[in-house]
């Protein structure tokens, strides 16, 4: 039941409404990012404030919840956000992205392709891609504003010359539409190609920042690259141990103190979904 | 023409055929009721060097950066290769600081981006107008730094582990990568030690003759002017005092500050 106490999913009606205000700009205008009036939630910043304040203003009552943080279901980040929505909103909760409606995340995409209709929101700390190369705002939303995004190709040829290859591994930067560079939140590169073209609708906020934007659904999405050292989304060069899955986002689990250690899936529902069917890696039959 | 940094000879040979470069005319900008520099007019040509000599606070560097676009002059015209720049979409003013126009600071550490190798510091230009290949891109870096004679196995360093002169070289690298063809300098040879002032000022003589720059360069140090500069403007108060050839201006001084100014200097 819906505790009484707080409104529908525990911001008041005219915050939500600010927020949908701030999320259809955001959508018209894919990659750019919407200012809003953050508020205080009743969690630390950079636990997921943005995140759930987008959740709050896109649930309705029909709407099945899924949480994940690092892909999975059963950590504390997103069990108790679940819990939070089930509570001031009275939805419905799902561990299986198939079912769910709503899929708030941190840090990755789940690795069934969603479809229309399912919205991604994604929890983000730094909205700004160009953050770290230029700290003053004002400059940086000159630069979006006429699109000089030479500075985002000085990181990646830093890395190159530093590591031989693009060492940045997590929030690679994007361009969207062939306009805005976006920040895709700390996902992890191997989860960039899911951004382009997706049936759902990926809407980021990024509480402590006060921005939002959005991908809407079939956005073009282009991970940034020099010609010669493309792109790619790498992994571990691994399968999973518990349901043999080779093409899923791994962890890397250390299992003892004498070098041990085993690789799984990342998205627990994944995982869990290849067990059931009978799939079964190196460790499946021990786990 | 077998000395082409004569001045006169150089002025008499371009002057007349050529369209200039840069019009400057009325240029006013006060802070306030203080004036900055007012009532700055001034033509330059393609390839031509114009030194801006005159004591702290006479104006040159708010000049300077009026005509850089880092401030908006209250009043006065600025046209560019015929293009009026104060009118310009500031797209396109800054799309022409990117490419065609360099401003070389007399802090390296304010022209230069600290936190990543030389190489990227040169590239960066590169990168702004799109260059998308690594190879290319560090290739021209590597080309760059030896042309101002830093050693190519110093491209993955970062600017904080070089020295002073090599700063400065490297900032002069960085902005002239792109192959301008107006150049704007403050005070590049401040804070350097004589010797590699020598040095600097030998390796930027041979770049503009070169690269035919056109060069404002903002200074007190009469000497780099005597060395660099074709034509010599004196301010006051914010005030052109007097204008003209390097070397009249230097051996032959009319104003009575340019007088003051040219003895002041000390004789070793």
């Known amino acids: 039941m819906t505790d009484q106490a707080y409104t529908f999913a525990y911001l008041d009606e005219q915050t939500k409404r600010m927020i949908r205000r701030a999320l259809l700009k955001a959508l018209a205008v894919p990659g750019y990012q919407v200012p809003f009036a953050s508020r205080e939630m009743p969690m630390p910043y950079g636990w997921g404030t943005g995140g759930v304040q987008v959740t709050a203003a896109c649930l309705v009552p029909e709407d099945r919840l899924k949480v994940i943080d690092q892909g999975a279901d059963d950590t504390t980040n997103a069990v108790s956000i679940r819990r939070f929505f089930a509570r001031t909103a ?91 560079v976006m920040d895709p939140s700390p996902i992890p590169k191997f989860d960039n190609p899911k951004l382009s073209g997706n049936a759902a609708i990926q809407l980021f906020g990024a509480g402590r920042e006060q921005r939002i934007y959005a991908l809407p659904p079939y956005t073009a999405v282009v991970s940034l690259d020099f010609d010669d050292h493309p792109f790619t989304a790498s992994k571990p060069g691994h399968a999973c141990d518990l349901c043999g899955a080779a093409h899923s986002y791994l962890d890397e689990v250390i299992t003892d103190d004498a070098g041990g250690r085993m690789f799984v899936c990342s998205d627990t529902d994944f995982c869990a979904g290849r067990r059931r069917e009978g799939h079964q890696g190196r460790l499946g039959g021990q786990a | ?163 002073g002169g090599m700063q400065q070289r490297l900032q002069i690298a960085r902005n002239l990568v792109t192959a301008p063809r107006l150049v704007f300098m403050d005070e590049p040879t401040g804070g350097l030690d004589v010797s590699v002032q020598a040095r600097l000022l030998d390796l930027m003589r041979g770049l503009v003759r070169d690269m035919g720059l056109s060069v404002v360069i903002v200074t007190h140090d009469l000497a780099v002017v005597r060395l660099l500069a074709h034509r010599l403007m004196v301010m006051k108060s914010g005030r052109v005092v007097e204008q003209g050839l390097t070397d009249q201006v230097l051996d032959d001084p009319q104003h009575a500050y340019t007088q003051l100014l040219v003895s002041s200097v000390l004789q070793v």
């Open chain 2, 1 to 163: 023409m077998t000395q082409p940094q004569k001045a006169t000879e150089f002025s008499q040979s371009i002057r007349g055929a050529v369209a200039p470069l840069l019009q400057v005319a009325g240029l006013a900008k006060s802070y306030g009721a203080r004036i900055g520099c007012t009532d700055v007019s001034f033509d330059l040509f393609p390839g031509e060097v114009l030194g801006i000599v005159g004591e702290s606070g006479s104006g040159k560097s708010t000049l300077l950066s009026c005509l850089a676009g880092h401030q908006r002059p209250d009043q006065g015209q600025i046209l560019y290769d015929g293009q009026d720049v104060l009118a310009m979409a500031e797209t396109e003013r800054r799309r022409l600081s990117r490419t065609d126009w360099a401003f070389v600071h007399q802090n390296p550490r304010d022209g230069l981006r600290m936190g990543v190798s030389a190489g990227a510091n040169v590239g960066e230009r590169l990168m702004a107008i799109g260059a998308r290949h690594y190879g290319d891109i560090r290739a021209q870096a590597t080309d760059w730094l030896g042309r101002v004679e830093i050693d190519a196995n110093r491209i993955d360093d970062r600017p904080a582990a070089f020295s």
């Open chain 1, 90 to 180: 009275g939805v419905a909760t799902t561990e299986a992205t198939a079912e769910a409606t709503l899929i708030q995340t941190r840090h990755r995409i789940p690795e069934q392709p969603l479809r229309e209709g399912q919205i991604l929101v994604y929890q983000v700390p730094i909205p700004e891609p160009l953050r770290f190369l230029e700290p003053r705002e004002t400059e940086t939303r000159k630069m979006h504003e006429l699109e000089e995004y030479g500075l985002m190709h000085v990181k990646l040829y830093e890395d190159i010359a530093r590591h031989g290859t693009i060492a940045t591994s997590y929030a690679y930067p994007v361009k969207v539409e062939g306009r805005y």
